[in-house]
């Protein structure tokens, strides 16, 4: 059985690559994409990579995602640092949550410090840039081995 992961991105992840010597290095969007949509194929997962510059639409596919994904990756983007209407959506989901950041968010502004986000994350990936998205997906795909191993055995 395929486990599916919504992947959601938040503001100006759709320009990354674009500033060659920016934070979040030259790879395209569409490349880290695709990336990571082989990663899901090779581990089993089956991956809806979605991203927004929109906060009510991030929280309305995190609320879709109760009903179609048992897992979600996010990178929130600047919303991380805002966002209580994300939050929200999140604690509401039942399954893993991977928050992800291509950047070292300790190393740069010290508003970048506190994530909302975290509050509903099962564990944080930072710094690694497209690598860190593909670890994401590993995570999720441990962690939702270890659920359905632990379901199984009740």
């Known amino acids: 059985m395929?486990?599916?992961v919504m992947f959601l991105n938040g503001p100006n992840a759709n320009l990354y690559g674009l500033d060659k010597r920016g934070t979040y290095g030259s790879e395209s969007f569409?490349?880290?994409?695709?990336?990571?949509?082989?990663?899901?194929?090779?581990?089993?997962?089956?991956?809806?990579?979605?991203?927004?510059?929109?906060?009510?639409v991030l929280v309305d596919w995190i609320q879709e995602a109760r009903l179609s994904s048992d897992a979600i990756v996010i990178n929130a983007a600047?919303?991380?640092?805002?966002?209580?209407?994300i939050l929200d959506a999140l604690l509401a989901f039942d399954g893993p949550i991977i928050e992800a950041h291509m950047s070292n968010i300790w190393k740069r502004e010290s508003f970048r410090h506190h994530s909302f986000i975290s509050k509903a994350a099962t564990g944080v990936i930072a710094g690694l840039?497209?690598?860190?998205?593909?670890?994401?997906?590993s995570a999720v795909a441990q962690?939702?081995?270890?659920?359905?191993?632990?379901?199984?055995?009740?």
């Open 143 to 154: 962690l939702l081995h270890e659920r359905q191993t632990t379901t199984e055995h009740l």
């Open 2 to 4: 395929s486990h599916r």
């Open 30 to 56: 569409a490349s880290i994409e695709a990336r990571c949509q082989r990663h899901a194929a090779e581990i089993g997962l089956t991956l809806d990579f979605r991203q927004s510059n929109h906060e009510g």
């Open 78 to 85: 600047g919303l991380t640092y805002s966002s209580v209407p």
């Open 129 to 137: 840039g497209a690598l860190g998205y593909q670890l994401a997906l």
